[in-house]
C-alpha cells in the first residue's frame, strides 16, 4: 500500500501557514525595515581581512564571546547576561523552548512582530492577545490582567513595535514588568531608530523576568549575516544556552558582529539621521491622508504605517508601487513603508502622490492587521 508523504508530517505543522518572504526585484525596496546605507568603507575592508584570515575548518566559539563581550560593552550590560544566536529570532524560539511547555499561554498584543505567536506555537504554547488602541500603543492595563491570568508563561512585544512604529516609555514598560508575574520580552530590534530614553535594556537581569532582544540586522546593517542577541538574568542566560546547539552562531558572523560593534557610535548617528528621515517622510504622507483614504501612524522605528480605511485601496496601491518600480509591505489594510535613502524617499513619495491622485477612494472600512515578520 502506498502512503502519501504529507501523512508522515504532524498535524501541528501541517497547519502552519507558510511564510513567504518579500522577492520584489525593483529599484526601490522598501519593504523589510533594512538598513538602506551600505556600512562604512573602512568596516567592510576589515570584514573581507576577516574573511580571510579564518580557520574554517574549525568550529566557531560555542558562546560566542569575542562578539558577546563587545557588544556587552557597547550597550553598558554585564557579558554573563547576554546570549548570542542566529539574528534575534533564533534567540527568540530558544527562549520559547526554555521557557514554554504543552498549554502554557503566552500573552502579546498584535498587531506585533508575528514570530513570538509562531514559536510559541511550535512549544506547544498557546497564544493570548490583548489590543492596542487605534494609535498602535498597547493597553499596558489589559496586558497586565493577561499576564495575571491562569496559566500565563509569557508575555511577548515590540517596542517600537512592528508594524506599527509606536513607541512605549520606559516607565510604562518597567511598571509593566515589575507586576507581570512572568517573563516579560521586550524586544528592541528598532530601538536604535527610536532614542535609548526608551530603552529597558540596563534592567534586564536587573529585573529577574525582564528579558530584551537585541538585533545587528536593522541599525548595524547585517541583516545578511544574522546576528543577535538577548540580554537577561544568568539563570534564563543558562537556561538558554542549554537548549541551543553547540555552534549555532557561524565564526563569520561571530567575527564580523564584534567589528560591526566597534562601529558603534558611527551606526547610532547614521540610525538617529534615519529615524528624523521617517518622522519626515510621515509628516508628507499624513497631509495627503485625507485624500488618500488612509490614517498614518506616527513613526518611532525607520517605518511608517498606513492604515487604509478601504484595504482594496491598500492591495491597488501596493500594485500600482510594484509596477512603478517600488516594493513597500503589504499586510492586508496597511502598507508599510521602511524609510530608504533620501533619494529613494523622494522617488517613493513621487510615485506615492500620483498614484494616490490617480484614483483611490476614500470609502471608510476598516484595515486588516496583516503580517509583520521581518
Known amino acids: 500500500m502506498t502512503v ?52 574554517y575548518n574549525r568550529y566557531p566559539d560555542p558562546y560566542a564571546r569575542e562578539l558577546v563581550g563587545k557588544f556587552a560593552k557597547v550597550y553598558g550590560v554585564k557579558p554573563e547576561r547576554v546570549v548570542a544566536g542566529c539574528g534575534s529570532d533564533e534567540v527568540l524560539h530558544l527562549l520559547c523552548q526554555a521557557l514554554i511547555y504543552d498549554g502554557a499561554a503566552v500573552a502579546t498584543a498584535p498587531p506585533d512582530f508575528s514570530m513570538y505567536a509562531f514559536y510559541a506555537y511550535l512549544e506547544g504554547g498557546r497564544v493570548i492577545t490583548s489590543s492596542r488602541g487605534a494609535d498602535g500603543r498597547i493597553d499596558f492595563c489589559e496586558l497586565a490582567r493577561l499576564a495575571k491570568s491562569d496559566g500565563c508563561r509569557c508575555v511577548m512585544f515590540s517596542n517600537p513595535c512592528n508594524p506599527t512604529g509606536a513607541v512605549a516609555t520606559r516607565d510604562e514598560m518597567l511598571d509593566f514588568v515589575r507586576n507581570a508575574g512572568c517573563p516579560v520580552v521586550v524586544d528592541e530590534a528598532y530601538g ?63 567575527a564580523a558582529g564584534a567589528a560591526a560593534l566597534e562601529y558603534a557610535g558611527e551606526i547610532f548617528a547614521l540610525a538617529e539621521k534615519i529615524g528624523k528621515a521617517a518622522k ?21 522605528a525607520n517605518f511608517v504605517l498606513l492604515k487604509f480605511f478601504d484595504a482594496a485601496d491598500a492591495e491597488r496601491v501596493h500594485a500600482e508601487l510594484l509596477r512603478r518600480g517600488i516594493s513597500v509591505r503589504l499586510l492586508g489594510g496597511a502598507l508599510r513603508i521602511t524609510c530608504g535613502t533620501d533619494a529613494e524617499n523622494e522617488k517613493f513619495y513621487a510615485e506615492f502622490e500620483r498614484t494616490i491622485k490617480g484614483g483611490i477612494t476614500n470609502e471608510r472600512g476598516k484595515a486588516g492587521e496583516g503580517d509583520a515578520r521581518d
Request: charged share 25%; proline share 7%; net charge negative.
Open 192 to 254: 536604535e531608530f527610536s532614542g535609548r530614553e526608551y530603552s529597558v535594556l540596563d534592567m534586564a537581569g536587573e529585573l529577574p523576568n525582564l528579558i530584551v532582544l537585541k538585533t545587528l540586522s536593522k541599525a548595524f546593517g547585517l541583516a545578511g549575516l544574522r546576528v543577535g542577541f538577548a540580554v537577561a538574568h544568568e539563570d534564563i542566560v543558562r537556561a538558554v544556552k542549554k537548549v541551543k546547539s553547540p555552534y549555532n552562531l557561524n565564526a563569520f558572523s561571530q
Open 4 to 55: 502519501s508523504s504529507a501523512a508522515f508530517i504532524p498535524e501541528k505543522i501541517a497547519k502552519l501557514k507558510e511564510y513567504v518572504p518579500v522577492e520584489a526585484d525593483v529599484p526601490v525596496k522598501l519593504d523589510s525595515n533594512e538598513n538602506p546605507y551600505p556600512m562604512p568603507e573602512p568596516l567592510r575592508a576589515r570584514l573581507c581581512e576577516i574573511a580571510g584570515t579564518l580557520e
Open 280 to 300: 519626515e517622510l510621515y509628516k508628507k504622507l499624513h497631509a495627503l491622508s485625507l485624500q488618500g483614504g488612509y490614517e498614518a501612524v506616527e513613526p518611532g
